[in-house]
């Protein structure tokens, strides 16, 4: 595999014996994944998504993204949560977080309806001004708020700007295959429609219509990340974690949460993580923060951050371990110029390839961090393409099911999310939400 699990900075924190001890608990996790037995259950399409998927409409994907290509200088991509983060993590890993702003044949992607903010709507609203403009809408349920507010907004400006006939070609809308408000409007509308697939959830989309479409407009190889998921969907089925990468990591995060390390740090040393890390971030979140459990998932950009959470990280609390993505090659090098002045007295660094001062960084920042009590896991990974990042994105889903097994959740549901919500809808007064409006004012009056 082209990604490698290396505990050897944990050994101060977990012995032999504790791995040996979770294993049968492992094991049960992996049976009931397998077996299709537990919580959740009809969530799991995305187990054998990269080889068990729709060929005809990943043919679709295909064309719809060079139609796109082809019929616009800005793709705005509508939605939130699931529906939104696994496009741009990969968009802005493979491509760049500058994305827009580089020199390409393919269009500018700007995300909306991730927010409920004027000022983000207008500035959008403000770049789209005499460009040509197309929109591919996400959400399987098609009443989400934020996604809807914005395809509410860029609908009327597609119809206003080419007509219904001019719009219908350019709005492409990704949702439940049958049922959803979203779905109905878009087949009266006569819209081009992807699918959300029944048992697949938002945070495990990525490798769905979900992600493939934004990620292919964008020019990347949609067929190197599925193979790349493929690949490991076929590496990691042996439940011994001696021999299973992907368990060992699921099985360590458990026995470092037992010891009170409640926090795991997802650390990267390249801005073009940081979506990533926001994807992870929802996905483990999202899948295991229930029943007053779970390990809360943090994360940062270093050296960047370390001069602003290094301080916490080394010294503070020590709940927290890591969890490193060591990227060996990123195809990209710099040699540090000389100064003959030497004004910062940098000049041993002179002609050093930068990225070589970045992975010295890091060996430097993981033996400081585990002497200081946060134990660090490596995730190694052999260079920055389509196909290694399939297989990092299939690694951490099935990661993140066995986690959540072990831990005893349904890592498949997701019944907090709607506490806001209902409160929300109350207090902006919607229909049938009388009662707990009127509770709720009491409540504000009060504070
Ligand atoms: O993972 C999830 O289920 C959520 O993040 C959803 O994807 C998010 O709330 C968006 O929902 P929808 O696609 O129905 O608009």
């Not at 505990?7 to 492992?26: G, H």
């Not at 799991?44 to 080889?51: I, Q, R």
């Not at 969890?323 to 040699?335: C, D, H």
């Not at 993981?366 to 200081?372: N, T």
């Amino acid at each position: 595999m082209a990604i490698q699990l290396n505990d050897r900075y944990t050994s101060t924190f977990l012995s032999e014996k504790d791995l040996k001890e979770i294993q049968p608990a492992v094991t049960a996790a992996h049976k009931t994944l397998r077996e299709k037995s537990g919580a959740g259950n009809d969530f799991l399409g995305w187990v054998n998504l990269p080889e068990d998927y729709d060929k005809e409409e990943f043919e679709r994907i295909r064309k719809c993204a060079a139609k796109i290509q082809k019929s616009c200088d800005i793709l705005v991509v509508i939605g939130i949560g699931g529906s939104y983060l696994g496009a741009r993590a990969v968009i802005e890993y493979i491509k760049s977080p500058l994305y827009n702003n580089l020199k390409k044949d393919t269009p500018d992607i700007y995300f909306a309806g991730n927010s409920i903010s004027s000022t983000a709507l207008n500035e959008l609203l403000a770049i789209c001004e005499g460009k040509d403009v197309c929109v591919n809408v996400i959400s399987k349920s098609g009443t989400t708020t934020e996604p809807a507010v914005a395809f509410r907004v860029f609908r009327a400006l597609l119809e206003q700007k080419y007509g219904k006939e001019g719009a219908r070609e350019r709005i492409f809308v990704t949702t439940d295959r049958a049922k959803g408000t979203l779905k109905q409007f878009s087949t009266d509308a006569g819209y081009e429609t992807f699918v959300v697939p029944d048992d697949v959830g938002g945070r495990f989309s990525v490798l769905t219509a979900v992600g493939l479409l934004p990620i292919a407009a964008a020019g990347i190889d949609i067929d190197q990340l599925m193979a790349g998921a493929a690949a490991a969907s076929h590496a990691y089925t042996d439940p011994d974690i001696t021999k299973n990468d992907c368990y060992r990591y699921a099985a360590i995060r458990n026995l470092l949460y037992r010891q009170g390390k409640t926090v795991e740090i997802l650390t990267a040393y390249e801005p073009f993580c940081a979506m990533l890390n926001e994807w992870w971030k929802q996905l483990y979140g999202e899948s295991e923060g229930k029943d007053q459990k779970g390990i809360f998932p943090a994360s940062v950009i270093f050296s960047t951050d370390l001069h602003s959470l290094g301080q916490f990280i080394q010294d503070g609390n020590r709940i927290l371990f890591e969890t490193v993505l060591a990227i060996q090659n990123t195809g990209s090098s710099f040699a540090i110029p000389n100064d003959p002045a030497n004004i910062d007295g940098l000049n041993f660094l002179s002609g050093m390839d930068l990225d070589d001062v970045k992975k010295t960084a890091m060996q430097g920042t993981v033996l400081a961090h585990v002497d200081g009590g946060v134990p660090n896991l490596l995730i190694e990974i052999s260079e920055k393409n389509e196909f290694v990042l399939g297989e990092l994105l299939y690694f951490f889903e099935l990661a993140c099911a066995i986690s959540g097994y072990i831990l005893e959740v349904n890592p498949f549901n997701q019944p907090g999310v709607e506490a806001y919500k209902k409160n929300m809808f109350a207090l902006l007064g919607k229909p049938g939400y009388e009662d707990l409006r009127s509770d709720l004012e009491k409540r504000l009056q009060n504070s």
